[in-house]
Structure formats: C-alpha cells, structure tokens
C-alpha cells in the first residue's frame, strides 16, 4: 500500500487543480451576465449569497471543532458522543451544498475578476476557485487509505483557511460596508 | 445513530446532484436578452426599469452599492465627470462589470446612464 502514497496524493492534487483551473478558465471565458438569481426570502440576491457564505463558515467552524474531538486533540466533550463522525461529515457536505449557489452567482453572473487592482474581487476569484480545487482534494483524501497522517488535516486545514480568506473578501466585507445584519 | 448516517447517505446524494446541476447549469443558463422587452424608447423612459433589471443586483436598488460600486448620492457623476466615460463603461464593461454592448441598444445605454446620474439616489 506504501506505494500506492505518493499515486494517490498527486492524483488528488491534479484532480483538485484540474477543478480549481476549469472554474477559473469558465470565470474567465464566460461573458458575466450581471443576472439576478433567485433570493428566497432575502431582499437581493447579494444579501441571499452573504448568509449563505455565513451559514457555509459556521458549518466549517464545527467541522473543524469535531475534527479536534474526532482525533483527539481536545477532550471536550469527555466523552465523545457516537454522532460526532456523522455529524462532522454531515456538516461539511452542509457547508459544501451552501456554498454552490454562492459560487453559482459568482461564476455565471460575475465572472473572474481579472483586474489585479480591484484587489478585494481579485483575490476572492482566486480563493473561489481554489477552494473547490482543495475540497476535491479533501473529499479524495478522506476516501483514500494508507495515507500519511498529515494528509487529511493539511487538506481540511487548507480547506477552512481558504473559506475563512473567501467569507472575508465578501460577506465580512458586505457586512462592513452594506451595514450587519442586513437581509 | 442509524438514521443519522441515512441522513448522511441521502446529503452525499443530494450534494452529488447539486455538482451536477451546478455544472450544467454553468453552461447552460443563459438569461434571456432582455433589449427587447424595453421596447423601442416609444413607451417613455426606459432608464429605471433596464436599472432595476440589469444593474440593481450588484448596484442596489436605490443605487447604494453591493457586489458593484455605490452609484446613487451623486457618486456616479463624482467618479465618471464626463457621461461618455460613463456609458464606455456601460457598454464595454470592465472588471467584473459585462460589458452591454450587444444586449442594450446605444440608446438604452444612454437612458440608462442619465437615470443614475439624475435620478438614482
């Protein structure tokens, strides 16, 4: 199986740059529409995108805070509840439904800021891009066996980093500026 | 926990076609271009209603901002002086701004600018 490491390790990287690359290929391509999505109850489609990228970072905060339980680096709860792997695993795919429509309004209606002077829009295209590259790698690992033990929490530690970085280049943003709670 | 890990089989199934929607729809949600439901300029001013379909959602609905630039409060007229910087920017995007060219008549674009220089905020 040792030999299988570094085939495994490099075909989730390439997968996850594959992914990363093809959003932002169709960022860059892909003529913006400037479209409204839906908004459900929110007033704007822009108010609907900044809850739902708030709603994405409070299920990547307790997956983290399980992950800690899960692997034993903290010991709160003493005793670990026999939920916690389900509702760890549940909350990252929460996480992950919640941020696509997100990323949806992004992609299609905004594109891939190209400009390098519009700083804030600059490096969250490229943050959105790479965090569903790096969650690719995340979801190969987690399925993988025989990896090395950093593996797993070097990719979800990277996964949570970058949606951290993304929510901060947009709904913290929006929440400063547009004025909190704003709906 | 039985029925949590059913509920964790059905949200990977559910967040597999929510990739898979996401995808397709990438490519094959094109909205509809709306020049035409503006009418011919014969029906008055098409400025606030091509505003409230086309521009509100990143500049707001009163013009104060969001995804795009604030451009109610007289900040539009602050940042473009001259009106033809303006409907340059309009027509041929910049940024994440589309370009309109094509969608919107000149005209339109026209009507457009004027409502946010004048009107908006």
New interface residues.
Partial sequence: MPARRPAVLAGAVLAGAAVSLGLGVYGRLHDPTGGRLFSLFFTRTISLKTWFATVALAFACFQVLSALRLYGKVHVPRRMPRWLGDAHKLSGILAFVVSLPVAYHCLWALGFERHADQTRRFVHSLLGCFFYGAFTVKVVFVRARGLPRWALPVAGGTVFATLVAIWYTSAFWFFRTQGFPSF | ?PV??R??RV??L??LV??VA?VV??FA???TRPAASFGPYGGGDPGPAIYRQ?????H??RG????GPRLGGGAVVHNYPKVADQVRVVTE????????RGTLTPAQIRAVVNFERTRLG
Avoid: D, I, T
């Avoid at chain 2, 086309?54 to 990143?58: G, R």
């Fill in positions: 926990m949590l890990k509920v964790v949200a990977e559910f967040a929510c990739v996401f729809l990438l949600h094109e909205p086309l521009c509100a959602s990143c707001g609905a104060e901002g969001g995804v995007g910049r940024g994440s701004m589309p370009a309109w």
